[in-house]
């Protein structure tokens, strides 16, 4: 078995030093919880979102059989046929199945693993990107380190034995050399993209080789490739962020419950698994020396940026793997509050990450009430946000058009128009052309401005096509719930069909919109009686299939969804609707649990479009 990194590192956190707490946010500090109390309840429901109930009383249809093929996906060189009731993939000529595609027939086995020996007195390593065994597109970004107690003369890259590329050590690892402090290490990574796109759509093994300065040659790790194409027609994906575990702010009281004070919403041990993957049993951390009344759940306490750095890097590692095309970072920017509410630590880490490339990003200018916006502020925020515009990285849309969400335009709106002062008064319409000759003074193109509130951002499509944005959208979308006792809500399936039908009956027409896509709306650990607006968890399939069916709404609307571009709630809201991020795995080895995010990940990499696919298992109880 490949020895997992995050038990590699272990070490690392073991002896990271560790800094002050730092303050935390609690409940009397004025700073408003998550989304400033715009969440999904019992008044979101939506008419037009509602899923249909289950059919109770009327027989008529009830004997109708379901497609066994439904959920099956071939890939692009195959298709699903069911002789007997039994679905299997039948592949185009030439073509073979394997782990449920139809591929080239070029299957190569896995390679014999490499476990990083730093004892052998040889280099030693590990390639963190791309994982053991993974698929890419093309463009390959190989991501690791190599450690020796010898100078290191060269380390190169070999593709079936062939040397590819070599691999410069100039990338800082600070997680590396606190891991292993009695080994030379002033940069022992390397980070580079290597075009494989040349190369046939089969498996390729790569190996990492490094020579020492004696002229010794040793094989630093190892891992298998297959080389597929990456459809041109697949609309782009953004996942909203709300960062509430950095450690700092709201992580140890009001979602892990490790320190008392607020909800602690995690700590009940029914929603341990809720966690997210860097998170640890408290018991299991014997590192640290506790407080007396921490709770069952840790992460990053006492606060180190180390860590959190660490965290993130896997993030970006586990969300580009799956395919994923950018994060939406929400939260106040660093020029209006100093701590950015500890909501901006993750994007410090994002953009302090050697990996930050694998995953584009925009950061949505925020209209809190408590910000109180006028025109000096609005110009403070603008100041920060065009900078990150200018990295490569800044997620567009429509040939190049930076993509740039305003969270609350009706606060913004508000807030703008009752300044007391002359000067800092602007109407919704002002503050958007301000935007865009913000931008556009600093050499940038016309931004593509998008309106988002929490849900219902149709109640206000003509005020924000009066004030000039390009699109609206939401940033959950809770469409096709319904207020019910626990798991008694709408399936999985029948809210997909209500967010579609959502989309046709209050989105289409009123303005252009990028789409709100939940990946699961099941808020119990937040619940406060014995009902509340949910539907339930996804069934095997179903994740992947509402990600083609809204791919397929998006590709159908080229004008009413311009962007091309679907907005998906959420990475990392756990404690809320539930997250894609990969949450913590079973004591002692914690190796994350991924198995919704390899689902969203299969979905993107064999996404074609289909015009006539149907969600066949919205009419199932």
Not at 162 to 180: E, H, I, K, T, W
Request: proline letters at 9%; hydrophobic letters at 35%.
């Amino acid at each position: 078995m490949r020895l997992p990194i995050w038990a590699i590192f272990l070490a690392a956190w073991m002896l990271a030093p560790a800094c002050g707490p730092g303050e935390i946010i609690g409940q009397d500090s004025g700073v408003p919880d998550a989304h400033d109390g715009e969440l999904v309840g019992d008044d979101q429901r939506d008419a037009g979102g509602d899923a249909p109930e289950p059919d109770g009383g009327d027989d008529e249809g009830a004997d109708e059989e379901v497609d066994p093929c439904y959920g099956v996906e071939c890939g692009p060189h195959g298709h699903c046929e069911a002789p007997g009731g039994e679905p299997r993939c039948v592949c185009d000529d030439g073509y073979i199945q394997e782990d449920g595609h139809c591929v080239l027939p070029c299957d190569l086995p896995l390679p014999e693993d490499v476990t990083p020996d730093p004892g052998a007195g040889v280099p030693f390593g590990y390639l963190d990107i791309p994982e053991f065994d993974s698929r890419t597109t093309g463009v390959v970004r190989f991501f690791g380190w190599v450690l020796c107690a010898e100078p290191i003369e060269q380390v190169t890259l070999f593709v079936d034995g062939q040397d590819m590329a070599d691999l410069p050590l100039d990338v800082g690892r600070s997680d590396v050399c606190a891991a292993f402090p009695a080994f030379p290490c002033d940069r022992p990574g390397f980070h580079v993209e290597v075009d494989l796109s040349g190369l046939s759509q089969c498996h390729h093994i790569v190996e990492i080789r490094a020579r020492t300065v004696q002229g010794d040659t040793t094989v630093v790790d190892r891992a298998r490739l297959r080389i597929i194409p990456r459809g041109n027609d697949r609309p782009t994906l953004g996942v909203q962020r709300w960062d509430m575990y950095s450690g700092k702010g709201a992580t140890q009281e009001q979602e892990l419950g490790y320190l008392p004070g607020a909800q602690g919403f995690l700590r009940p041990a029914e929603w341990h698994h809720r966690a997210p993957f860097f998170c640890r049993r408290t018991a299991d951390v014997d590192w640290i020396n506790h407080p007396g009344n921490a709770g069952p759940l840790w992460f990053n306490y006492p606060f180190d940026q180390q860590r959190l750095q660490n965290a993130m890097n896997q993030e970006i590692a586990f969300a580009a793997g799956a395919g994923i095309d950018y994060f939406i970072f929400n939260g106040p920017t660093r020029t209006l509050f100093s701590n950015g509410w500890e909501l901006h630590n993750n994007l410090d880490a994002y953009l302090a990450s050697p990996l930050r490339s694998q995953v584009n990003f925009v950061f949505a200018l925020f209209g809190a009430d408590a910000i109180d916006y006028g025109r000096t502020k609005v110009n403070r925020m603008l100041d920060e946000i065009i900078g990150y515009m200018r990295m490569p990285e800044w997620q567009t849309v429509k040939d190049g058009r930076p993509l740039v969400p305003v969270l609350f335009p009706m606060k913004f709106k508000r807030m703008l128009e009752s300044q007391a002062d002359p000067a800092e008064r602007m109407t919704l319409a002002g503050f958007v052309g301000h935007i865009r000759q913000r931008v556009q003074a600093a050499g940038l193109p016309n931004p593509y401005v998008v309106g988002e509130e929490i849900n219902h951002c149709f109640n206000v499509a003509d005020q924000l096509t009066a004030a000039g944005f390009d699109a609206m959208a939401d940033y959950q979308g809770g469409y096709g719930g319904g207020t019910r006792p626990r798991d008694e809500g709408p399936t999985y399936a029948q809210a997909t069909q209500g967010l579609l039908n959502t989309y046709d009956i209050r989105f289409l027409g009123a303005m252009k919109f990028i789409p709100p896509m939940p990946n699961q709306l099941y808020q119990w650990p937040r619940a406060e009686g014995d009902e509340t607006h949910h539907y339930c968890l996804p069934l095997p399939g179903d994740v992947a299939e509402r990600i083609r069916l809204v791919f397929d709404y998006v590709v159908a609307h080229p004008e009413d969804c311009d962007a091309q571009t679907v907005f998906m709630y959420s990475w990392n809201e756990h404690s809320e609707g539930g997250g894609l991020c990969p949450t913590m795995g079973a004591s002692p080895g914690y190796q994350p649990v991924t198995e919704q995010l390899d689902e969203v990940g299969d979905a993107l990499m064999n996404y074609v479009p289909n015009p006539d696919r149907k969600n066949k298992r919205a009419d199932e109880p």
